[in-house]
């Protein structure tokens, strides 16, 4: 019994009361107990105050424990004697209430678990993760199950709170908040606040996410590098970033935080990105790119603009009108690195050797290209097909699929 079950028992039975005379009530002398000769264990302990409690007492796990259960002037003798059953029953079949309430009294709230969690969980996080992760705390986790304890949180509760995120803020939010959330419960059972196996997002499913991958095509390539072209006379250094996301398949952050130390001949040693440090070997091209550009001290940006006196960071606005001269309506930043892969997978590259190109920590990450480089396996059904077709006696003839090798042009300028 919980304080919480504890707690429910005795609102029930206070709602068929009526306030009782007190009446004689031993005064002036010191407490006493009066002990019921029809319950072994149940009593009413008096002070000299006048104020008069129920109480049980019984032997718990080797200790004696006494559990008040109310003031007397509120509660009924025959109610007190009803819940003072229940908890003799519960002592005698091992159960202790009393120490289970006091284990109730240690566990956190959930906005205390949380700081706690947070304390705890942020000296491992990268800075960019930690700052997403604030501003979801700050607008989806803080005060989310204000007033309840951690170990009180079902999944009803998790659930209804999953929907509101998810309708606010969006799905993607809402997985990510969720995650967090079902970390927090994992770190609640391995510190003993909750009972083990209890999470309550165990079997709530996130929702279902969007394929929004896009790849560019071989003329939509062209179009780019054109547009590039023009670009570079007016904010070359803008356009040498997106030529660098395109050539080398890198994510956005791990070019704009690029500095010169991390530039060693015909490779990026990139000291942090996204699943640590990792080395992108660079092109012919790639190195001319850079080779052009001022090369600075090492801890220097690569992209240093000297009239602002400082680095590119943001290019979404440029980008914004890349994507209308060059006509590429929904295309992300992030679709270059997919276009990266993408044509990685039509020269038949393994998808181990994609995903060490991309730097990716899972081959599942990688796999989503696999449908790509279909091309041997047209060429089978084909030949397959022209040897049943001659065992049929039919005229066919094998039209086998070549492929086309396209090196994206990179203008000089």
């Not at 091992?94 to 284990?103: H, I, L, V, Y």
Request: glycine letters at 8%; charged letters at 25%; a positive charge.
């Amino acid at each position: 019994m919980t304080r919480v079950s504890l707690a429910g028992i005795i609102a029930d039975d206070l709602a068929t009361l009526r306030r009782l005379d007190p009446g004689d009530r031993p005064r002036g002398r010191p407490r006493c107990t009066v002990w019921s000769e029809r319950l072994p264990g149940f009593g009413v302990r008096h002070y000299s105050s006048g104020r008069s409690t129920y109480i049980v007492q019984a032997l718990m796990n080797g200790v004696t424990r006494t559990i008040t259960l109310g003031n007397a002037n509120v509660l009924s003798k025959h109610q007190a004697l009803v819940v003072a059953r229940r908890i003799l029953l519960r002592a005698q079949v091992g159960e202790d209430p009393a120490t289970k309430r006091k284990q109730t009294r240690k566990v956190p709230t959930f906005d205390d678990f949380l700081a706690l969690y947070w304390k705890q969980s942020a000296a491992r996080w990268k800075p960019r993760t930690l700052e997403t992760h604030d501003g979801y705390r700050r607008k989806h986790l803080d005060g989310a199950f204000s007033g309840m304890f951690i170990d009180e949180i079902e999944q009803s509760h998790v659930l209804a709170w999953f929907n509101k995120v998810s309708v606010n803020s969006g799905p993607g939010a809402g997985n990510r908040c969720f995650e967090i959330l079902r970390s927090m419960f994992n770190h609640a059972e391995r510190w003993g606040m909750r009972p083990e196996g209890s999470n309550p997002c165990a079997y709530i499913r996130p929702n279902k996410r969007r394929k929004c991958e896009r790849f560019l095509s071989n003329q939509e390539i062209s179009r780019l590098g054109e547009v590039l072209s023009e670009k570079t006379r007016t904010q070359p250094l803008h356009s040498a970033i997106i030529y660098l996301l395109l050539l080398t398949g890198c994510r956005l952050s791990e070019i704009v935080d690029l500095t010169w130390n991390e530039v060693k001949g015909g490779r990026l040693l990139l000291h942090d990105s996204k699943t640590g440090p990792r080395t992108v070997w660079l092109g012919d091209e790639a190195k001319m790119l850079l080779a052009s550009l001022e090369r600075r001290s090492g801890a220097d940006p690569v992209f240093w603009n000297k009239l602002t006196r400082r680095p590119v960071r943001c290019i979404t606005p440029f980008w914004r009108d890349v994507k209308v001269e060059a006509n590429l309506p929904g295309v992300r930043l992030h679709d270059l690195r997919h276009s990266f892969a993408s044509h990685a997978a039509a020269r038949s590259e393994t998808l181990p050797m994609i995903g060490k190109l991309l730097g990716h920590a899972k081959l599942q990450t990688t796999s989503r290209y696999a449908h790509l480089d279909d091309g041997h396996v047209l060429d089978a059904t084909e030949r397959i097909g022209g040897l049943i077709a001659d065992m049929m006696g039919e005229d066919s003839s094998l039209n086998s699929n070549t492929m086309y090798d396209m090196r994206l042009l990179i203008h000089d300028w």
